[in-house]
């Protein structure tokens, strides 16, 4: 059924009497969860949306994707869902990152301005790696795993847009504004952010088909690295 346009949460009973023992999960799903989900079967999401429904299908069992099943854990197995199920499409699946966008908004509740910072954070650092062809810093941005790390190959970058005299691609106030709270420590979701970060600069950088074969095994090889460390 099509969902109106007015918001709307739901709760699901999740029950079973299996032999083994009967059980049932009760389940709120938000309005703005409800929300994504209808916006994400729209015409201009779609595709990227039935691209990521297939990567969570499980090849044994037709009833089950994960997918659908991390919804349940939304929004506070959002960020846990753009790890493993977004990021690892960025290049691949045109309209990804509109899709991002909207997932962004409505179910992580991030606010207009800040999805703006860091689209445009991601391009200028993707402009800057692929104005030097500069791999070795995209592939250590894609490994940073800790917020030093991810601070530090920051810092690198801009020193070496200055010195050669080009504008610095992230400087202070974004950097700031995209991964420090107000007193100046990171924010919880820093990870998050570099993930978002990670799928808009990924996508800039496909479209100036800077990617070869071995930085896609790469990319998927540092995917389940981080799947299993954080």
Request: net charge negative.
């Amino acid at each position: 059924a099509v969902l109106a346009d007015r918001p709307a949460s739901a709760t699901v009973y999740h029950l079973s009497n299996s032999g083994q023992g009967p059980w049932l999960n009760v389940h709120y799903v938000p309005s703005e969860v409800l929300g994504f989900l209808r916006r994400a079967w729209l015409a201009a999401h779609r595709p990227a949306w039935e691209a990521v429904v297939r990567l969570g299908q499980d090849p044994k069992r037709a009833e089950r994707n994960a997918v659908y099943d991390a919804v349940f854990d939304w929004p506070a197995g959002a960020p846990a869902f753009v790890a493993r199920f977004l990021k690892p499409l960025a290049g691949k699946v045109p309209g990804l990152w509109d899709l991002t966008e909207l997932f962004a908004r409505e179910v992580l509740g991030m606010e207009k301005e800040r999805i703006d910072l860091i689209r445009e954070l991601g391009d200028r650092i993707a402009d800057e790696i692929a104005t030097v062809n500069d791999r070795q810093t995209y592939r250590r941005l894609f490994r940073a795993m800790r917020y030093h790390e991810l601070r530090g190959e920051i810092v690198k970058l801009d020193q070496r847009a200055a010195s050669q005299g080009r504008p610095v691609p992230v400087g202070f106030d974004r950097f700031v504004g995209a991964f420090e709270a107000p007193d100046g420590v990171a924010w919880d979701d820093w990870r998050l952010a570099r993930d978002l970060v990670v799928i808009r600069l990924i996508e800039r950088l496909a479209d100036r088909g800077f990617f070869t074969a071995e930085d896609a095994a790469l990319a998927e090889t540092i995917d389940e690295e981080q799947e299993e460390t954080e």
